[in-house]
């Protein structure tokens, strides 16, 4: 039960595109379908972003994305707005535990 | 509305007892997967313990398993966490949340644990 491993920070401009990544290993993200990715603002809870690697929950903007390859999930965000300021983090789930990234913090210059 | 409510998070001092509760309301508990997930000062997201709808399957992470137990009552809509012999590494904030499919959809705001002597 690693950590998987994320950059501890990316940052952006207004309008541009990003993406952070989530490295773990053929037991977990390289095994399984099943990377979902969370926004933290300072002080509140965790929000779902994308789920099955790809998959958007109702309610949020299409300019999240998430792919994988290999071990490797991305998110990618486009358009950058000044509200995708936040903490993120990628999780892996197997049939019997979740594994968070150690999160990365993304800053919107 | 979904709503999540954890309760019983408090300061204890080393080895000793917690027991945390998360109140359930706005959704059909009894069909849900449930987590509790805890986050340290400053720190990352740290996933603890899972619990299956009707209880059938449970997970702990290495760090707390014999220590904790994660429990549910269907009939009250509440999802339970007993944490014995306290570490200070156990110092967090507990968040409750809701297991879809194989994501977190609804996280509870959290309680904070902190464990000093």
Redesign the interface.
């Known amino acids: 039960?690693s950590?998987l491993t994320q950059p501890a920070s990316v940052s952006g401009s207004p309008g541009q595109s990003i993406t952070i990544s989530c490295t773990g290993t053929s037991s977990d993200v390289g095994g399984?379908n099943?990377v979902?990715w969370?926004q933290?603002h300072p002080g509140k809870?965790?929000?779902?972003m994308?789920?099955?690697v790809s998959n958007r929950?109702s309610g949020v903007s299409n300019r999240f994305s998430g792919s994988k390859s290999g071990n490797t999930a991305s998110l990618t965000i486009s358009g950058l707005q000044a509200e995708d300021e936040a903490?993120y983090?990628c999780?892996s789930?197997t049939s019997?535990?979740?594994?968070?990234?150690?999160?990365t913090k993304l800053t919107v210059l | 509305e979904v709503q999540l409510v954890e309760s019983g998070g408090g300061l204890v001092k080393p080895g000793g007892s917690l027991r945390l509760s998360c109140a359930a309301s706005g959704f059909t508990f009894s069909s849900y997967s449930m987590?509790w997930?805890r986050q340290a000062p400053g720190k990352?997201?740290?996933?603890v313990s899972?619990i299956s709808s009707s209880s059938s399957y449970i997970?702990y992470?290495?760090?707390v398993k014999g220590r904790f137990t994660i429990s549910r009552d269907n009939a009250k809509n509440s999802l339970y966490l007993q944490m014995n012999s306290l570490r200070a590494e156990d110092t967090a904030v507990y968040?409750c949340a809701r297991g879809?499919?194989?994501?977190?959809?609804y996280?509870?705001?959290?309680t904070l644990v902190t464990v000093s002597s």
Do not use: C, H, M
Not at chain 1, 96 to 103: K, T
Not at chain 2, 107 to 110: A, I, K, L, V
């Open positions: 039960q950590a399984y099943y979902s969370y933290q809870a965790p929000k779902l994308i789920y099955d929950p903490d983090y999780s789930y019997s535990s979740r594994v968070f990234g150690g999160g | 987590n997930v990352g997201l740290e996933w899972s997970y992470a290495d760090s968040y879809f499919l194989t994501g977190i959809d996280w509870g705001q959290g």
